[in-house]
């Protein structure tokens, strides 16, 4: 017995050491020189860089600050320095990305809906390095994020459990229907009951006053209206309101050039499949169509995201 705890003394004496002559020095040195201890599971101390604590050298500090995080390891001396690893902002109660999520993404979401009056967040925008924003999140590349969280490719579970917060501040789930329903058809129709016409210029721009929507304010309203015309934009939302549309008095009737890249495709799928090219009115495309007869973009329109219909 006197052997085994003389053993388990000196496994805690060397993981003492180790916390307190390598590992607290090289983080804090970490920290002096980044701002924070997101520490790269892939750093190592420099060797032979007198800047880091000598006895840090060739340290795997990733490794180590990953494992504190993950499988609790030295558990008894972050307790001890608790205070200390909080001034330093390490992150070991949680994972990085809940971080992320939690001190910066959902943050700056909230003021993006705050300040525009929508969460249309495009996949340019990075966060301002000012107030009102949360420091924390200061030069994210919010837009990015949310582009990701759309496509399912980061933060998926973090969404899926704040998916009620997220729907309460208009968050877009699919970022072109949202825009649609949010702030082009709601201008559409302040346009028409302003100006009780349908006819409008190119260079046409929403005043940022009422009665316009908040949504829309600033919104290069005429551009759209081109770009629907002229480039077959919202080709799929306009096709599932062109009644509501044509009530306001709007017909968006493709040029050319629209119609060669989005319609002649579907009729040339049409007549392979059934013959002809003489559409039925009431023909909707079937949703088993083979992705492989058509181009990316008309199988999104036979294909709509969940939240889209």
């Given at each position: 017995?006197?052997?085994?705890?003389?053993?388990?003394?000196?496994?805690?004496?060397?993981?003492?050491?180790?916390?307190d002559?390598?590992?607290?020095?090289?983080l804090?040195?970490?920290?002096?020189?980044?701002?924070?201890?997101?520490v790269?599971?892939?750093?190592?101390?420099p060797?032979?860089?007198?800047?880091?604590?000598?006895?840090s050298?060739?340290?795997?500090?990733g490794?180590?600050?990953?494992?504190?995080?993950?499988?609790?390891?030295?558990?008894?001396?972050?307790?001890?320095?608790?205070?200390?690893?909080?001034?330093?902002?390490i992150?070991?109660?949680?994972?990085?990305?809940?971080?992320?999520?939690?001190?910066?993404?959902?943050?700056?979401?909230?003021?993006?809906?705050?300040l525009?009056?929508?969460?249309?967040v495009?996949?340019?925008?990075?966060?301002?390095?000012?107030?009102?924003?949360?420091?924390?999140a200061?030069?994210?590349?919010?837009?990015?994020?949310?582009?990701?969280?759309?496509?399912?490719?980061?933060?998926?579970?973090?969404?899926?459990?704040?998916?009620?917060?997220?729907?309460?501040?208009?968050?877009?789930?699919?970022?072109?229907?949202?825009?649609?329903?949010?702030?082009?058809i709601p201008?559409?129709?302040?346009?028409?009951?302003?100006f009780?016409?349908?006819?409008?210029?190119?260079?046409?721009?929403?005043p940022?006053?009422?009665?316009w929507p908040?949504?829309?304010?600033?919104?290069?309203?005429?551009?759209?209206?081109?770009?629907?015309?002229?480039?077959?934009?919202?080709?799929?939302c306009?096709?599932?309101?062109?009644?509501?549309?044509?009530?306001?008095g709007?017909?968006?009737?493709?040029?050319?050039?629209?119609?060669?890249?989005?319609?002649?495709?579907?009729?040339?799928?049409?007549?392979?499949?059934?013959?002809?090219?003489?559409?039925?009115?009431?023909?909707?495309?079937?949703?088993?169509?083979?992705r492989?007869?058509?181009?990316?973009?008309?199988?999104?329109?036979?294909?709509?995201?969940?939240?889209?219909?």
């Amino acid at each position: 017995m006197d052997t085994e705890l003389k053993e388990i003394n000196f496994a805690q004496s060397t993981l003492q050491f180790q916390w307190d002559e390598i590992i607290m020095p090289a983080l804090r040195h970490f920290y002096q020189v980044h701002g924070h201890t997101d520490v790269p599971c892939t750093f190592v101390v420099p060797d032979g860089d007198d800047a880091w604590p000598r006895l840090s050298w060739n340290w795997p500090l990733g490794v180590t600050v990953h494992c504190i995080r993950i499988d609790n390891a030295y558990a008894r001396q972050v307790t001890e320095s608790k205070e200390e690893l909080k001034e330093m902002k390490i992150c070991y109660e949680m994972t990085m990305p809940e971080r992320e999520w939690n001190e910066k993404i959902l943050p700056a979401l909230k003021i993006f809906h705050q300040l525009h009056h929508h969460c249309l967040v495009g996949r340019s925008f990075k966060v301002p390095h000012a107030a009102p924003w949360p420091e924390e999140a200061w030069d994210l590349r919010l837009g990015r994020i949310v582009n990701g969280i759309r496509t399912g490719s980061n933060y998926v579970e973090l969404a899926a459990r704040d998916k009620d917060i997220l729907n309460e501040i208009g968050f877009a789930w699919d970022h072109d229907v949202s825009i649609w329903n949010e702030r082009i058809i709601p201008a559409l129709q302040t346009y028409v009951a302003e100006f009780k016409t349908c006819r409008m210029s190119k260079s046409f721009v929403v005043p940022a006053c009422e009665p316009w929507p908040k949504s829309a304010w600033n919104m290069a309203l005429g551009t759209q209206v081109y770009n629907m015309k002229y480039r077959g934009c919202y080709f799929s939302c306009i096709g599932r309101d062109i009644d509501r549309l044509k009530v306001l008095g709007f017909s968006f009737e493709l040029r050319r050039q629209a119609w060669e890249k989005l319609v002649d495709p579907l009729l040339d799928i049409h007549e392979s499949c059934f013959g002809d090219k003489a559409v039925p009115h009431d023909f909707v495309i079937p949703s088993q169509i083979s992705r492989s007869l058509v181009p990316e973009l008309i199988y999104r329109i036979a294909h709509p995201a969940p939240n889209e219909g």
